[in-house]
């Protein structure tokens, strides 16, 4: 529970954070970093405008997209305190349900029959489909290291063991913020800044929603970036106690802001073709990973 | 009790020759009452089979086939009910479906007729426990099948699917012979109990690859399923749903009981199955995600479903080979249930398929668009089973692909760094089939379904008849109870388990009733999930009301004169993934060039179209040099009754001949 609440915390300013780190590299003063929440609350107060060749395929998937987001943020531990939901396996029901939410996102922009929401549609999906196994081998890797197979159980007892862990922990780290940022369709994948259409990912497929289903969407990708910050912080946080325990969650939340927005103001966006190698080395990196965890366990001959 | 499996043939042949009989609209009811009475029948046996009182019966066969033994137990029961449940869906999707062919009133009456032997050999094959008998049944059912198959022999195209799909099931019949006569002359019976006699002392390799090339060439295991994207297409919709639902798993059902037999090996043969299982549906989901024909797609993506059973069944015989019962049971039960739950969707996804079929014409779904305005029930349900097939939840598919997955996971456990190394990459393996089956639905649904129509069609299409909705109905129905009541199902499937393997005792570890509650949490979170979209949906609904909303045009991005034709299609959905991988899914275009100094360009025409990996390059290239070889020998069957004759002369003298120089006996 109490993850559910920092998570919604976190959420409110990490955007904000990104953009102002954006901002100050590029040599401006920026928004304040709540911005993007005001932004949300301004389209939550808003009419809609719908395609004429929607259905309510279209009305529906953005609520489906961020109840997925929702309920993904049940399953995320916090420290030592379960999440609302968790059992043995509980991290496949984490992916499936964010697929769920994708796969309505995806068909909601192709529900407006524009070329651009297909273009982009057919993007989203093919490359959150090579970031899929990088996840798992990275969460089967952790299930080796640990001889558990629930977010928690697995965090929890990560650094019993020995302290290389933290050296894997750091690389897993690395692993889970690209993938937040290629959920996020985020710079190295996508410029959610561009204003060619033709180059935009996850911006072109919501060119057609506005009002509180814009809002909607712009909130779950708000709680998706700060989901995966909370997974990355529960590498590290183990068993440490509460009391260090939330001011660590939200300076680590800060910190990996910052280095979205550092990473976003000095990469340029791979070429549109190059994007689903640099996937695949998440997924070898992954691999690497679970080696190395392979060798922690002894299992390595 | 056990007398009443008499009555499943005698009412099938009864009904044969009613069919006969009955006038043309009769006839379609006439099947629908034997399927229905047939399922009554064999399902009032296996029900309390599963429940663990197997029943069995012999009949004499006399002094070549010896005693024949009849049994139904846990499995057979599992599987007999799937078949019932699909065929019976089937027939009454199949009465409306095929309304529209009254007017072909001879083909109507042997089409029913083939069905329902065709529920009937299905059935059998799963009860008689006696090699020779049992290929008999097989064969039934494959040519049964391959009739029903052909519905539309007019259309040269489909003759040849149905060819295709003859010549291959004999190959595997040709496999399967090879293993009963082995068995035959090795142990000296053809009961099925000479598997355990065999296996008890024998390696059990080589007969088992015997059996799971014969059994894999049913059920769609690379590289022996290129007969699935013919016959799939081109057999009338509710018989593609009923093969694509059953006809398939039955070659799963004998794989299941000839690994129930095994003894030892399991390392080799789990991990030989395993391997091949992750290749197979990551070879089926890409084939899938490129294909424009949407029926062909529904085939490759049976393939797929295929390698997620055999990852579950080979993470089994792993499992069994480590004396991890807990792998056993996560394993095969998540295999188990996945043939359960992809008989559901599948033929639910064929039947929502064949109702665009039936009001369109066209299996291209480049042609389609926007059918979610004048077909809005089917598109639901296609949608439902689109979802359920790429395993999300709230939908069943989740329930047993979380139960491989977890037997996947709890393999890692494992000591051999091989298995672990193995374990990993299947889990990575099922994590990409799943991210395809989301971008072959997608492009499917959105396709068909979304956006606006992209050519004019020949009829305006409707929403199909009630008759052909009901069934799907009664599909989601049963799709529902299992993901609400998942932990009930997954007790049954542990009862069958804990009696299947015959060759070591697997009791059901204590990790698996763990494995049965945290089923029942899962369902409870699937609706949770389910509540929480309908809160935020309650949230929007509250929000909107009484906000202007307005309906526009959708934004052209400043271009204002769009046409249907602009939108994205199946083809460019899957380009670049086709692109990516374009070693395995081949593109052939055809096309012409623009000729150098060519001003005033006329029309052209342009055509690309995706191969078959192994089709075109292993298979193909073998029967072109067999036809080749063959050709040679084309001087015998010259078309002169004379050289006929000769060569009838000729027999008989080598028969003389030989029997007199004691060469022949």
């Given at each position: 529970m109490?993850?559910?609440?920092?998570?919604?915390?976190?959420?409110?300013?990490f955007?904000?954070?990104?953009?102002?780190?954006?901002?100050?590299?590029?040599?401006?003063?920026?928004?304040?970093i709540?911005?993007?929440?005001?932004?949300?609350?301004?389209?939550?107060k808003?009419?809609?405008?719908?395609?004429?060749?929607?259905?309510?395929?279209?009305?529906?998937?953005?609520?489906?997209?961020?109840?997925?987001?929702?309920?993904?943020?049940?399953?995320?531990?916090?420290?030592?305190?379960?999440?609302?939901?968790?059992?043995n396996?509980?991290?496949?029901?984490f992916a499936?349900?964010?697929?769920?939410?994708?796969?309505?996102?995806?068909?909601?922009?192709l529900?407006?029959?524009?070329?651009?929401?297909?273009?982009?549609?057919?993007?989203e999906?093919?490359?959150?489909?090579?970031?899929?196994?990088a996840?798992?081998?990275?969460?089967?890797?952790?299930?080796?290291?640990?001889?558990?197979?629930?977010?928690?159980?697995?965090?929890?007892?990560?650094?019993?063991?020995?302290?290389?862990?933290?050296?894997?922990?750091?690389?897993?780290?690395?692993?889970?913020?690209?993938?937040?940022?290629?959920?996020?369709s985020?710079m190295?994948?996508?410029?959610?800044?561009?204003?060619?259409?033709?180059?935009m990912?996850?911006e072109?497929?919501?060119l057609?929603?506005?009002?509180?289903?814009?809002?909607?969407?712009?909130?779950a990708?708000?709680?998706?970036?700060?989901?995966?910050?909370?997974?990355?912080?529960?590498?590290?946080?183990?068993?440490?106690?509460?009391?260090?325990?939330i001011?660590?969650?939200?300076?680590?939340?800060?910190?990996?802001?910052?280095?979205?927005?550092?990473?976003?103001?000095?990469?340029?966006?791979?070429?549109?073709?190059?994007?689903?190698q640099?996937?695949?080395?998440?997924?070898?990196?992954?691999?690497?990973?679970?080696?190395?965890?392979?060798?922690?366990?002894?299992?390595?001959? | 009790?056990?007398?009443?499996?008499?009555?499943?043939?005698?009412?099938?042949?009864?009904?044969?020759?009613?069919?006969?009989l009955?006038?043309?609209?009769?006839k379609?009811?006439?099947?629908?009452?034997?399927?229905?009475?047939?399922?009554?029948?064999?399902s009032?046996?296996?029900?309390?089979?599963?429940?663990?009182?197997p029943?069995s019966?012999?009949?004499?066969?006399?002094?070549?086939?010896?005693?024949?033994?009849i049994?139904?137990?846990?499995?057979?029961?599992w599987?007999?009910?799937i078949i019932?449940?699909?065929?019976i869906?089937g027939?009454?999707?199949g009465?409306?479906?095929?309304?529209?062919?009254?007017?072909?009133?001879?083909k109507?009456?042997?089409?029913w007729?083939?069905?329902?032997?065709?529920?009937?050999?299905?059935?059998?094959?799963?009860?008689?426990q006696?090699?020779l008998?049992?290929?008999?049944?097989?064969e039934?059912?494959?040519?049964?099948?391959?009739?029903?198959?052909i519905?539309?022999a007019?259309?040269?195209?489909?003759?040849?699917?149905?060819?295709?799909?003859?010549?291959?099931?004999?190959?595997?019949?040709?496999?399967?012979?090879?293993?009963?006569?082995?068995?035959?002359?090795?142990?000296?019976?053809?009961?099925?109990?000479?598997?355990?006699?065999?296996?008890?002392?024998n390696?059990?390799?080589?007969l088992?690859?015997v059996?799971?090339?014969?059994?894999?060439?049913?059920?769609?295991?690379?590289?022996f399923?290129?007969?699935?994207?013919?016959?799939?297409?081109?057999a009338?919709?509710?018989?593609?749903?009923?093969?694509?639902?059953v006809?398939?798993?039955?070659?799963?059902?004998?794989?299941f009981r000839?690994?129930?037999?095994?003894?030892?090996?399991?390392?080799?043969?789990g991990?030989?199955?395993?391997?091949?299982?992750?290749?197979?549906?990551?070879?089926?989901?890409?084939n899938?995600?490129?294909?424009?024909?949407?029926?062909?797609?529904?085939?490759?993506?049976?393939?797929?479903?295929?390698g997620i059973?055999?990852?579950?069944?080979?993470?089994?015989?792993?499992?069994?080979?480590?004396?991890?019962p807990?792998?056993?049971y996560?394993?095969?039960?998540?295999?188990?249930?996945?043939?359960?739950n992809?008989?559901?969707?599948?033929s639910?996804?064929?039947?929502?398929?064949?109702?665009?079929?039936?009001?369109?014409?066209?299996?291209?779904m480049?042609?389609?668009?926007?059918?979610?305005?004048?077909?809005?029930r089917?598109?639901?349900?296609?949608?439902?089973?689109?979802?359920?097939?790429?395993?999300?939840?709230?939908f069943?598919?989740?329930?047993?692909?979380?139960?491989?997955?977890?037997?996947l996971?709890?393999?890692?456990k494992?000591?051999?760094?091989?298995?672990?190394?193995?374990?990993v990459?299947?889990?990575?393996?099922?994590?990409?089939?799943?991210?395809?089956?989301?971008?072959?639905?997608?492009?499917?649904?959105?396709?068909?379904?979304?956006?606006?129509?992209?050519?004019?069609?020949?009829?305006?299409?409707?929403?199909?008849?009630?008759?052909?909705?009901?069934?799907?109905?009664?599909?989601?129905?049963m799709?529902?109870?299992?993901?609400?009541?998942?932990?009930a199902?997954?007790q049954?499937?542990g009862?069958?388990?804990s009696?299947?393997?015959?060759?070591?005792?697997?009791?059901?570890?204590?990790?698996?009733?763990?494995?049965?509650s945290?089923?029942?949490?899962?369902?409870?979170?699937s609706?949770?999930?389910?509540?929480?979209?309908?809160?935020?949906?309650?949230?929007?609904?509250?929000?909107?009301?009484?906000?202007?909303?307005?309906?526009?045009?959708?934004?052209?991005?400043?271009?204002t004169?769009?046409?249907s034709?602009?939108q994205?299609?199946?083809?460019?959905?899957?380009?670049?993934?086709g692109?990516?991988f374009?070693?395995?899914?081949?593109?052939?275009k055809?096309?012409?060039?623009?000729?150098?100094?060519?001003?005033f360009?006329?029309?052209?025409?342009?055509?690309?179209?995706?191969?078959?990996?192994?089709?075109f390059?292993?298979?193909?290239?073998?029967?072109?040099?067999v036809?080749?070889?063959?050709?040679?020998?084309?001087?015998i069957?010259?078309?002169?009754?004379?050289?006929?004759?000769?060569?009838?002369?000729?027999?008989?003298i080598?028969?003389?001949?030989?029997?007199?120089?004691?060469?022949?006996?």
């Amino acid at each position: 529970m109490l993850s559910l609440l920092f998570i919604l915390l976190a959420a409110s300013f990490f955007t904000g954070i990104v953009v102002r780190t954006k901002s100050i590299a590029s040599g401006r003063k920026g928004p304040g970093i709540f911005q993007p929440v005001k932004d949300v609350v301004r389209l939550f107060k808003k009419g809609a405008v719908y395609s004429e060749t929607s259905s309510f395929v279209f009305r529906i998937a953005p609520t489906i997209y961020f109840s997925s987001v929702f309920v993904a943020m049940l399953i995320v531990p916090f420290g030592s305190s379960k999440g609302l939901i968790s059992f043995n396996g509980d991290f496949i029901f984490f992916a499936y349900v964010l697929a769920l939410g994708k796969f309505f996102s995806i068909i909601g922009a192709l529900d407006t029959g524009s070329s651009f929401e297909g273009m982009g549609a057919s993007r989203e999906a093919l490359f959150s489909m090579f970031a899929e196994p990088a996840f798992f081998i990275l969460m089967g890797s952790l299930a080796l290291m640990t001889g558990h197979t629930s977010f928690q159980e697995i965090f929890t007892t990560l650094h019993l063991g020995s302290s290389i862990t933290y050296a894997l922990g750091v690389l897993a780290a690395s692993v889970f913020l690209m993938i937040a940022m290629i959920e996020n369709s985020r710079m190295p994948i996508d410029d959610p800044k561009t204003h060619l259409e033709l180059t935009m990912i996850h911006e072109v497929m919501i060119l057609d929603n506005s009002g509180f289903d814009l809002g909607l969407i712009l909130t779950a990708g708000y709680l998706k970036f700060a989901l995966y910050g909370a997974i990355i912080f529960n590498l590290f946080s183990g068993s440490i106690a509460v009391g260090y325990a939330i001011p660590l969650f939200f300076a680590m939340q800060a910190f990996l802001a910052v280095v979205v927005g550092i990473i976003e103001s000095f990469m340029a966006r791979s070429r549109m073709n190059h994007n689903a190698q640099f996937i695949v080395v998440l997924s070898s990196v992954a691999l690497l990973i679970f080696f190395g965890a392979l060798m922690v366990s002894g299992k390595f001959i | 009790m056990v007398e009443l499996i008499n009555s499943s043939w005698i009412l099938a042949l009864l009904a044969a020759i009613i069919l006969l009989l009955v006038p043309t609209k009769m006839k379609a009811y006439t099947a629908a009452f034997a399927v229905v009475a047939n399922a009554i029948v064999t399902s009032c046996l296996a029900i309390p089979a599963l429940s663990g009182q197997p029943v069995s019966l012999t009949f004499g066969g006399g002094s070549i086939l010896g005693d024949i033994l009849i049994r139904i137990d846990e499995l057979s029961a599992w599987f007999i009910l799937i078949i019932n449940f699909t065929c019976i869906t089937g027939v009454f999707y199949g009465t409306g479906y095929l309304k529209a062919y009254a007017n072909t009133a001879k083909k109507l009456g042997m089409h029913w007729i083939l069905f329902v032997l065709f529920q009937l050999s299905m059935v059998w094959v799963c009860m008689i426990q006696h090699g020779l008998v049992f290929l008999i049944a097989w064969e039934i059912m494959s040519l049964s099948s391959m009739m029903l198959v052909i519905f539309d022999a007019n259309n040269p195209k489909t003759l040849k699917a149905g060819i295709n799909y003859l010549v291959q099931m004999h190959i595997s019949v040709v496999f399967l012979t090879i293993g009963v006569v082995w068995l035959y002359f090795r142990t000296g019976t053809f009961s099925f109990d000479a598997f355990t006699t065999y296996f008890g002392t024998n390696s059990n390799i080589w007969l088992f690859l015997v059996f799971f090339v014969g059994f894999g060439l049913k059920a769609g295991f690379i590289p022996f399923h290129s007969w699935l994207p013919h016959a799939h297409p081109a057999a009338p919709s509710h018989v593609s749903g009923v093969m694509s639902g059953v006809i398939v798993k039955l070659g799963i059902y004998g794989i299941f009981r000839v690994a129930s037999y095994l003894r030892s090996d399991y390392l080799v043969l789990g991990e030989i199955l395993i391997i091949l299982s992750v290749l197979t549906g990551l070879y089926g989901i890409l084939n899938a995600a490129v294909h424009r024909d949407f029926k062909r797609m529904l085939a490759y993506c049976t393939i797929e479903n295929i390698g997620i059973i055999g990852i579950g069944i080979g993470t089994g015989l792993i499992g069994l080979g480590n004396h991890m019962p807990i792998l056993y049971y996560l394993g095969f039960g998540g295999a188990l249930l996945h043939v359960l739950n992809h008989s559901l969707f599948k033929s639910l996804l064929f039947y929502s398929a064949g109702s665009v079929y039936q009001q369109t014409h066209t299996r291209n779904m480049e042609k389609l668009g926007g059918l979610i305005k004048s077909m809005p029930r089917t598109a639901v349900l296609f949608l439902i089973g689109a979802i359920a097939i790429g395993g999300m939840p709230p939908f069943n598919g989740f329930i047993s692909e979380f139960l491989i997955y977890s037997g996947l996971i709890e393999g890692i456990k494992l000591q051999s760094m091989t298995q672990i190394i193995i374990m990993v990459l299947s889990v990575a393996g099922l994590s990409v089939i799943g991210g395809l089956s989301i971008v072959t639905f997608t492009k499917t649904f959105g396709t068909i379904f979304l956006g606006t129509p992209r050519q004019p069609l020949d009829h305006t299409p409707h929403e199909v008849s009630r008759l052909m909705l009901i069934p799907q109905y009664i599909i989601i129905i049963m799709m529902l109870s299992i993901s609400i009541f998942p932990q009930a199902y997954l007790q049954v499937v542990g009862n069958i388990l804990s009696n299947l393997a015959k060759g070591i005792a697997v009791p059901q570890p204590v990790e698996f009733t763990d494995y049965i509650s945290i089923m029942q949490s899962i369902n409870l979170y699937s609706l949770m999930f389910v509540g929480v979209m309908a809160v935020f949906w309650g949230i929007r609904t509250l929000m909107l009301r009484g906000r202007t909303q307005t309906i526009n045009a959708t934004w052209g991005c400043g271009y204002t004169a769009p046409t249907s034709r602009i939108q994205y299609t199946g083809k460019s959905f899957s380009k670049s993934l086709g692109k990516m991988f374009n070693f395995i899914v081949i593109e052939r275009k055809e096309y012409q060039e623009l000729k150098a100094g060519e001003i005033f360009p006329a029309t052209k025409k342009y055509t690309s179209h995706y191969h078959d990996f192994f089709e075109f390059r292993l298979i193909r290239p073998i029967t072109n040099r067999v036809v080749y070889g063959a050709n040679y020998f084309r001087f015998i069957q010259n078309g002169r009754v004379q050289s006929y004759v000769l060569y009838g002369i000729v027999f008989i003298i080598a028969i003389f001949l030989l029997t007199i120089f004691n060469i022949v006996l």
